[in-house]
Nanobody
Framework: QVQLVESGGGLVQAGGSLALSCAAS????????MAWFRQAPWKEREFVAA????????YYADSVKGRFTISRDNAKNTVLLEMNSLKPEDQAVYFC?????????????????WGHGTQVTVSS
């Protein structure tokens, strides 16, 4: 199993930047794909970004493309989500997710392991 812990959430003004980190622990000796999802109040959880085991393949939601960047450091078992030009509609609880395998994709049902989430608040 893989345990995931997110950090880096907080309050930021619109137009600002924030970086989220997800630390993985447990059985991290096998390849695993990772992703970020988010859930705003009264909305369903939605895909944000995903990255393959090697980092060579990344996917982004159209709403964040060009503003967010996902990356990973397998030596440190961490995944980062750098968020720039934040908008009020980016406000949500952000979840890190993982699944064993080299590529995860956009489907949240493909991910088995989830963190508890970190709150991102964007003030206008």
């Amino acid at each position: 199993q893989v345990q995931l812990v997110e950090s880096g959430g907080g309050l930021v003004q619109a137009g600002g930047s924030l970086a989220l980190s997800c630390a993985a622990s447990g059985r991290t000796d096998s390849s695993y794909a990772m992703a970020w999802f988010r859930q705003a109040p009264w909305k369903e959880r939605e895909f944000v970004a995903a990255i393959s085991w090697t980092g060579a393949t990344t996917y982004y939601a159209d709403s964040v493309k060009g503003r967010f960047t996902i990356s990973r450091d397998n030596a440190k078992n961490t995944v980062l989500l750098e968020m720039n030009s934040l908008k009020p509609e980016d406000q949500a609880v952000y979840f890190c997710a993982a699944r064993y395998g080299t590529v995860g994709g956009r489907d949240q049902n493909a991910y088995v392991y989830w963190g508890h989430g970190t709150q991102v608040t964007v003030s206008s």
